[in-house]
T-cell receptor, first 110, second 112 residues
Framework: EDQVTQSPEALRLQEGESSSLNCSYT??????LFWYRQDPGKGPEFLFT???AGEEKEKERLKATLTKKESFLHITAPKPEDSATYLC???????????FGEGTQLTVNP | SAVISQKPSRDICQRGTSLTIQCQVD?????MFWYRQQPGQSLTLIAT?????????ESGFVIDKFPISRPNLTFSTLTVSNMSPEDSSIYLC?????????FGQGTRLTVV
């Protein structure tokens, strides 16, 4: 059974204080690992898909990396508008359903 | 990419009643997925809706409680039946295209 574990559950940063979120996963075969941002009361907003170990993707202050067992979402010099819940999900090769982690709630204080 | 329109965006319903949520996609997709997100929690898959066949439900979810329709390749509905306060959640539809997954904006349901 696919498992996705995110840590920490919650993270408070000062504006400009860089950090990383972790997503550990167990799947029989990885088709893709997804990162989403979710604001309160809204649907998940797609950020990145990573397909293979060693891959990296960047978007503004965010950079996602992937190894064979985990993914990191690095946030460089965050701003208060980066405050949200960040969700990680995996799609295995044999299926079409996503398995989600519990999310990391990020708060960036000015 | 895919654009998903979901409605209603929110509703407040009386216990014992039913609510039907609609999901429209701007392109044809084979499978559509319905998720529930309870307050403060992550997304849990309710069922997979295939066009032309019965939906496939995950453990803990049954067709009598969450009937799903999939009349064509761009549209699906999820009904939350005989609602109780425990059904208060955000309900989301999703599609997977190639290896990208997209979500509607969600329906925030409050049952009183």
């Amino acid at each position: 059974e696919d498992q996705v574990t995110q840590s920490p559950e919650a993270l408070r940063l000062q504006e400009g204080e860089s950090s990383s979120l972790n997503c550990s996963y167990t799947v029989s075969g990885l088709r893709g690992l997804f990162w989403y941002r979710q604001d309160p009361g809204k649907g998940p907003e797609f950020l990145f898909t990573l397909y293979s170990a060693g891959e990296e993707k960047e978007k503004e202050r965010l950079k996602a990396t992937l190894t064979k067992k985990e993914s990191f979402l690095h946030i460089t010099a965050p701003k208060p508008e980066d405050s949200a819940t960040y969700l990680c999900a995996v799609l295995e090769t044999s299926g079409s359903r996503l398995t989600f982690g519990e999310g990391t709630q990020l708060t960036v204080n000015p | 990419s895919a654009v998903i329109s979901q409605k209603p965006s929110r509703d407040i319903c009386q216990r014992g009643t039913s609510l039907t949520i609609q999901c429209q996609v701007d392109s044809q997709v084979t499978m559509m997925f319905w998720y529930r997100q309870q307050p403060g929690q992550s997304l849990t898959l309710i069922a997979t809706a295939n066009q032309g066949s019965e939906a496939t439900y995950e453990s803990g979810f049954v067709i009598d409680k969450f009937p799903i329709s999939r009349p064509n390749l761009t549209f699906s509905t999820l009904t939350v039946s005989n609602m109780s306060p425990e059904d208060s959640s955000i309900y989301l539809c999703s599609v997977v295209m190639a290896v990208e997954a997209f979500f509607g904006q969600g329906t925030r349901l409050t049952v009183v």
